[in-house]
Structures are given as C-alpha cells and as structure tokens.
C-alpha cells in the first residue's frame, strides 16, 4: 500500500507507555500486553525488525537482551537463551504462523533454511526463559514466536533488490490482493545468494543460495472467526566443506560437502467464537516434508502436527486455556563414513495436553496464573510440565513478578541411535598409536530437565523511559554427557585404537544469572536502548566425573557461551526522509579463549526520496576487519572467521 508521504512513519508517534501495551497472542497463547506478562519477554515489531537491515531471520535476533546470537560461517548460526550455545542448540524451541522449526534429528533450528520475506512479519516475540507449560517440551530455557502479517495487511506490491560485497545477490517480491470482501490473498517469492568470507578457515562455507515461494490466504467468517491457509516452498543449494577425522597425518581432512534440500510445508488455522463461557477455539494443522541431501549425510522427513486449544471465561476474573497436541514424524536416515545409525527409519509421536487457569486476585494489580502440560513422547514417555508465575503492580508505574517452571528437552533421533566419527587424536607417548573416537547414542538415553526459578521487576518513571531487571537460576538434571565405552587396538587399515563413548545422562547443575534492559525515548526522533545479561555456570559429571570423555562433555556446556554480553542501541530520524540506526555489541570472552572478547558495530543508513522507495546501506562488523563469534565444540577445529560487510538495499511498495 502506498504511504501517504516520502517520509518514515513515526516510529516514536506513541509514547513507550503506550508501546508497552501493545498486545502479544503468543507467549501466552493468549493476548496479553507486554509491560503485564510476568516473565521476560521481548516484542520486536514490524519496523524493530526493517531497521535491522537483515536479510535472515537469525540477524533480527541481535537486538534481543539475553540472546547469544552468534554466526558460525557465511550460512550457518547458533543462537540460544541463558546459555548452552551450539550449533544444535537443543533447549529453544522456535515456532513460525504455529510451525515448529525445530530439527527432530539432531534438535536446535537450521536458522538459514527456514528464509522469509521480512517486510510481511508482524513481530517476533521471545521469551527468555521456560514455556514448556504451554508450548511443551523443548521451551526449556527460551522461547520464539514468529508472527506474519495478515494478507490484508500486505495488500498491493513490495519488491526489493540488494547487493553487497558477500551477498552477491538479493531479490524479494510480493503482490497482495482482496479476492473479495472477506477474503485476501498474497504470493511472494524470494531468492538470495553469498559468498563464504575471505579470511574463512576450512571447514567453512563456500558459497550458497536460498530461494522461497509461498501464499497465504485470509478469510473472515461469516458470524465471527478466521480461516488461514499458508503454502511454502523452501530450497538451498550449498557448496561447503566437512570436517573428516583419518587415521594418518594430520588426522584429519577437509573433504567437499555440497548440499542440495527442499521443504515444503502446507497448514491451515481456524478460530471460531464458542458459544459459552465468552470462549474461543483456535485448531492449527501443518504438513510438512524436507529432503536434506549432503555428501556427509542424507536426511528425509514428513512431519503431520495438530494442535488445537481453547479459551473459555467460566468464572469472574478467570480465563482458562486448554488444548491438545499431536505430532508425528516419520523420517529416512542415511549411513556414510561420518555417520551411521542403527535405526535408519523411525516414527516417532509426541501427545500432549495443556492447561493454564489466569485468575485476577485484585483487579489491575496482582495476578496469578498456574497450569501445565503432559506430553508422551517416543523416547522418554510421560513428561508433566507445570508453571506457576505472579505479577503485582503495587503502582501503576511499576511491575514485580515471580515464577517457577519444571521443563523437559526430549531426546533426538541422533542420541537414540546415531553413531558419529567424531575425531582421531595424534599419537602419544603413553599411547604410541592414534586414537580414533566414535561417539554412540543411546536407546537409554533420557530427556533432560530443568527447575527454573524467576524474579523481575518493570519500572517506567516516564512515558518515554522502561527499565526492566529479570535474575533466575536454572537448576538443571540429567543433562547430555558422555560415558567412556570400550576401547580396542585394531589393525585394518592400519593400527590404532577405537574408542568408544556413549551418551548418558550424566551432567547436573545450576546456572544463574540476569538481564538489564533501558528503552529511553530521549527525543521524538531519537530512541535508545541498552542492555546487559551476565551468566554463570556452575555444572558437574553424576557417575564418571575423572573420566576423559566425562571431562570433554562437560567442558562443551561451559565453553560455549560468553559469561557477559553489553549492547546499545541508537535508532534516528534525523530528518523525515531518513533514518540512522546503530548498534554497538561487546561480548566477554568464552572461557578456553578460544573466541576471545569482541566489539561489534552494525549501521544502517536508509533515505526514501519518494513515497514509494527506500535506499538502504547496510555496515555489518565495522570495528574489526574480521573476528571470531563461535567455537566448533565436538571436533575442537577452529572456526571461520566473520569478515566486515557491505550491503545496498533498493525497494519499492505501493
């Protein structure tokens, strides 16, 4: 639709007390205002996420207090919440228009396949901490929701075409439409291509492309309700390297890894008014199918999800949520030298049941809301997982809420079953021979747990000033280690030792820490933000605390994530044609320093010289020529380094 005018809506036209009231229908699988959930929640808007100037979904999460948002290479990234970053970051669960993104095979999001047209997103909603009373297993420490806009709100033409000196190429369009008063539509398409960066070292990425084609419809019902309908396509074409271990010198090689996948995903949404109790019924289907082809391993799955809930106001003051869940998968695993499993095809479900009951003890002053869920999964079985928080507002500038939550990451098809190479280390003098490790799963192996324990507190002395401080401690059991197995000299091809270590539930601990976070409307063309999150791990081996592989576990939870992270932020409308947006980052070093501390600077300049088009330039890692954001964390390999970027961005919408 065309503005009315070249400038910039006026992202500060509300003050921050008005933008703090701005409701959220995710986080609480009910509509709640942001200043009044009671848990640390974050709502990035459509334009918090324009003014990022990101191509991928990953890159708009930078802005987040408390997430470690760290890029691997020139594809890949692994985010997390509160610690125990990797690239199969297992214990955030992250959902799009109601889909999972998560990986049933190895856990965590494959963050650069799932591409979208940025333009069309209403929001992003994370949550810092568990949500697994509602959302199930795998919410254990965080919490994204993706929402896109209605195609009502799209309607007319948006294309955008960029280039830098990385992304060699960029075009996203879409075109939206009224089929008819109740119903809308759009189509869109999108295509975007890179280079690895200069100063990579192997194993890295060489080069990839990522191409989407999609459409949603909209309908009103007659007599109240909504019916969605949303079909993608998804594609990636990727030229890269594997890391693989040898029993010679050097004991490893860099081997081509090329992978080709496709996915393709079809759901359908209705909400309906109930006709008792004030209640609403929301039913929420999708169909899924990938086709993950590499040279290191090969991976096909269809997952069929049903997710159906209700909201019903059976008593004054009370709102209750309850629902089911089903999920099933069946998938196809390959066996290469790298990779095997002992069930190469499986079905795995997951059932589950949810309720919440939200009661207000003293009306627009304190609040309390219990529930939870039980889930029966194909791994661990019966998992009950229940929440209880409470929110007092003693005036109504400030907010003090507590909460508890028990959560469950269930285990994956890969720690049921796989079998990975995973390194051969040098010989020694103790042991003149090279040792090569395999890593195996476990039908044994359990699901992990979580107790979490929250405290925060909202002040906003000022409409134009919020302060929130958020602490917790997690008190974790049975997490992912690693138990010695047998060892054996074997002689074909050539002598070594094969060593065996196989998954157990053998970790435990704590970790604690908190976030601080300022939104300062200092002008009305001037915001700025602050924030700072601090994290301790304190973590131990159960049965074989002393043993190598044990040691070597443990060493990953504590050598993945920074202890400290600082971030300010400046967004500018110097004049109504322009804006200025500009965020500092520093983070700590992790603890084997093998990512030492950095500073980062990202600038976005963007000038629209006509009511219908926007020049952007886009500066990504000003400060330094490149730097290091991730530590490879199963073979030790050095990880690429994160080079300086350049992009132009061009758009027209109308």
């Known amino acids: 639709m065309c503005p009315a005018s070249a400038q910039f809506t006026d992202f500060m036209s509300m003050d921050l007390e008005d933008l703090s009231y701005v409701r959220i229908t995710t986080l609480g699988r009910t509509e709640h205002a942001v200043v009044d959930y009671p848990a640390a929640a974050t709502v990035l808007s459509n334009e918090d996420i324009e003014r990022t100037g990101a191509t991928s979904l990953a890159e708009t999460l930078r802005n987040v207090p408390g997430l470690q948002v760290a890029r691997i290479d020139a594809f890949d990234y692994a985010i997390s919440i509160r610690g125990f970053n990797d690239n199969t970051s297992n214990k955030l669960l992250v959902v799009a228009d109601g889909r999972s993104l998560r990986d049933g095979t190895f856990s965590g999001t494959n963050w650069s396949m799932h591409e979208m047209i940025l333009a069309d997103l209403e929001r992003i909603e994370v949550l810092r901490g568990p949500s697994a009373s509602l959302w199930g297993a795998n919410a254990m420490n965080g919490f994204i929701n993706v929402v896109s806009k209605s195609a009502r709100a799209t309607l007319g033409t948006h294309v955008s075409v960029g280039l830098g000196d990385h992304l060699t190429d960029f075009l996203e369009m879409r075109y939206g439409w009224m089929i008819d008063s109740s119903t809308a539509a759009r189509v869109y398409a999108k295509t975007q291509s890179h280079d690895g960066f200069d100063t990579s070292a192997p194993p890295a990425t060489n080069d990839w492309r990522t191409q989407l084609a999609g459409t949603r419809i909209d309908h009103r019902i007659e007599g109240g309700g909504e019916f969605t309908v949303i079909g993608e396509w998804r594609h990636l074409d990727l030229n890269g390297e594997a890391y693989h271990p040898t029993l010679s010198p050097p004991y490893y090689q860099i081997i081509p890894d090329a992978r080709e996948a496709d996915q393709f995903n079809l759901s359908f949404r209705l909400e309906r008014p109930l006709p008792f109790w004030e209640g609403t019924l929301t039913a929420f289907t999708n169909l899924e199918h990938i086709a993950d082809l590499r040279e290191s391993f090969e991976e096909r799955r269809m997952r069929y999800t049903l997710d159906v809930q209700a909201k019903l106001n059976p008593l004054p003051r009370h709102e ?64 009950f997982q229940p929440s209880a928080r409470v929110i007092w507002s003693p005036l109504r500038s400030h907010r003090i809420w507590v909460g508890w939550s028990r959560a469950a990451r269930t285990p994956t098809r890969a720690e049921s079953s796989v079998n990975y190479l995973a390194a051969t280390s040098p010989p020694t003098p103790e042991i003149p021979l090279p040792i090569s490790v395999s890593a195996f799963g476990s039908p044994n192996f359990g699901a992990e747990h979580l107790n979490a324990f929250e405290a925060g507190y909202r002040f906003q002395p000022h409409p134009r000033l919020l302060l929130e401080l958020t602490g917790f401690y997690n008190d974790y059991a049975d997490l992912r280690g690693f138990l010695q197995g047998d060892a054996a000299v074997l002689f074909d091809p050539v002598p070594y030792v094969r060593s065996e270590v196989i998954l157990a539930n053998d970790v435990s601990g704590h970790t604690q820490g908190g976030e601080l976070a300022l939104r300062w409307q200092a002008l009305p063309s001037l915001l700025l933000e602050a924030s700072h999150s601090i994290i301790r791990h304190d973590l131990s081996n159960n049965l074989s605390s002393g043993e190598a592989a044990a040691d070597f576990a443990l060493s990953l939870y504590t050598k993945t994530s920074p202890e400290q992270m600082t971030q300010l932020r400046v967004a500018w409308n110097p004049l109504p044609q322009w804006q200025v947006d500009a965020t500092l980052r520093h983070t700590s070093a992790f603890s084997d320093n093998r990512v030492p501390a950095y500073d980062a600077l990202d600038l976005r300049v963007a000038w629209r010289p006509a009511p219908t088009w926007e020049i952007a330039l886009v500066a990504r890692d000003l400060l330094k020529a490149t730097h290091r954001e991730y530590t490879e964390t199963f073979s030790q390999q050095s990880t690429p380094n994160i080079d300086r970027s350049f992009e132009l961005r061009i758009t027209f919408e109308r």
């Open 320 to 383: 209750l949520l309850t629902g089911f869940t089903y999920e099933r998968t069946d998938d196809d695993l390959s066996s290469t030298g790298i990779f095997s499993f002992s069930e190469p095809s499986a079905q795995t479900t997951f059932v589950g049941a949810f309720f919440q009951d939200e009661y207000e003890l003293i009306p627009d002053h304190l609040r309390i809301m219990a529930g939870g869920k039980i889930e029966q999964n194909s791994y661990s079985g019966l998992e």
